[in-house]
């Protein structure tokens, strides 16, 4: 069995009209997303990267040891997902921008790709990143 990383990225959201929430009611689920909840809302996920988890542990390490970086992208291991937002992107972008010199090729197309994303959050920060271990 071969296991997998997957970043995938919020490409839009919709209120569920299959959601029983009766019409008189619709104010509040238009309310609840104004201020940040998710009543009826479906999040949908596009990909955007993928990797090997091995290949996955090994390019995490070349982030700086004991750095809050790290220990953000370790929880993929440690919990199986993650959640990138814009509270994460300075930190990780710093981050990965400083391990590229010690990267090998595929792991710094791999941060080029992570630092495409962290922007698209930077400029809308509505979107994130879910990241998950995937057992194939």
């Known amino acids: 069995m071969s296991e997998t ?3 995938s990225q919020l490409c839009r959201k919709f209120v569920d009209e299959n959601d029983d929430t009766p019409a008189q009611a619709q104010q509040v689920v238009y309310y609840s997303l104004a201020i940040g909840h998710h009543l009826g809302v479906i999040d949908c996920l596009q990909p955007a990267l993928s990797c090997p988890f091995d290949a996955y542990r090994n390019w995490i390490a070349t982030l700086e040891a004991g750095s809050d970086a790290r220990r953000k992208m ?29 990267q090998n090729a595929e792991q710094q197309a791999w941060s080029r790709r992570l630092l495409n994303l962290l922007q698209a959050i930077q400029q809308e ?10 057992h194939d």
Do not use: C, S
């Not at 920060?125 to 995937?134: F, G, N, Q, T, W």
């Open 74 to 102: 370790e929880g993929v291991p440690r919990y199986g997902e993650i959640v990138i937002d814009q509270n994460h992107v300075t930190m990780l972008a710093r981050a990965f921008d400083a391990a590229l010199a010690g």
């Open 125 to 134: 920060p509505a979107i994130y990143v879910m990241v998950r271990r995937l």
């Open 5 to 7: 990383v997957l970043f």
